[in-house]
């Protein structure tokens, strides 16, 4: 009986089969392929302006070296001392030397020729302010040193003109003036030179005693102690010429 039913459907599968078997699978469309692109490097080639080189040409190499590491060879701890009491010695002449306001420490500085040596003149007689025109030297308990005591007033550079009297010296103190403050400027800059020469001092017999015991140590050593000398040099120039500047702006006002 099932045969006979399955006799009666053959046609109607027949007509349903085929159109399912016949209809198009549905496939996915084939995408051509494009190349993905290529990103060349930049190779352009960036020139070095002249104000680069310039730049470039006035920086060195900064050496560093520690001193423990060459102690045996030279001391940079004694040459940075002998810089240092290069520009110490140059604070103490501005302070000394230069200043507008008068005080009887203006004078302390001077040195007085003897026959027995030289001193300072404070050593030599009291010194104190009548006024802030005028200072006064007591030179009782050295009378014999009148003379030079006079004599190294008049030939310091404050255009001192000293008026005698016994033992006791006055010395009117000149009015300060545009012409006063420019001599002053002037003798700034030259203790600063002194300070400067007496520097390159430094620098020229440390690298005298560097080359005396060269033996024994390498050429790239020697070089490189040399320029870490330069360098404190250097240093302590560029201290000497801000301490300058700033006295002259003081100076003139």
Not at 79 to 100: G, P, Q
Not at 128 to 140: D, F, G, Y
Not at 175 to 203: C, G, I, M, P, Y
């Amino acid at each position: 009986m099932a045969l006979s039913h399955l006799n009666l459907l053959r046609p109607v599968l027949c007509r349903f089969v085929p159109s399912v078997v016949r209809t198009p699978l549905v496939t996915c469309s084939r995408v051509p392929f494009l190349p993905r692109p290529v990103v060349l490097p930049n190779y352009a080639r960036h020139y070095a302006t002249k104000k680069s080189k310039a730049k470039a040409k006035g920086q060195t190499a900064k050496v560093n070296i520690k001193a423990a590491l060459v102690d045996d060879i030279i001391s940079l701890e004694e040459v940075n001392e002998d810089m240092a009491a290069v520009l110490t010695t140059l604070k103490e002449d501005f302070s000394r030397n230069l200043s507008i306001r008068t005080s009887p420490g203006a004078l302390d500085h001077i040195i007085v020729t003897t026959k027995d040596g030289k001193f300072p003149l404070n050593q030599l007689g009291q010194i104190s302010m009548k006024s802030p025109q005028l200072l006064v030297v007591n030179l009782t308990g050295f009378p014999e040193a009148t003379a030079a005591v006079t004599r190294a007033l008049q030939e310091s550079s404050m255009g001192l003109n000293p008026d005698v009297e016994g033992t006791i010296i006055r010395v009117p103190v000149p009015k300060v003036t545009r012409e006063h403050r420019e001599n002053l400027v002037k003798l700034a800059k030259q203790f600063s030179n002194k300070a400067k020469d007496l520097l390159r001092r430094v620098r020229s017999n440390t690298i005298s005693q560097l080359k005396k015991s060269k033996e024994g140590v390498s050429d790239d050593t020697i070089h490189l102690i040399e320029k870490q000398v330069q360098q404190m040099a250097d240093s302590y120039v560029a201290d000497i010429d801000k301490q300058l500047a700033t006295k002259t702006k003081e100076l003139l006002g």
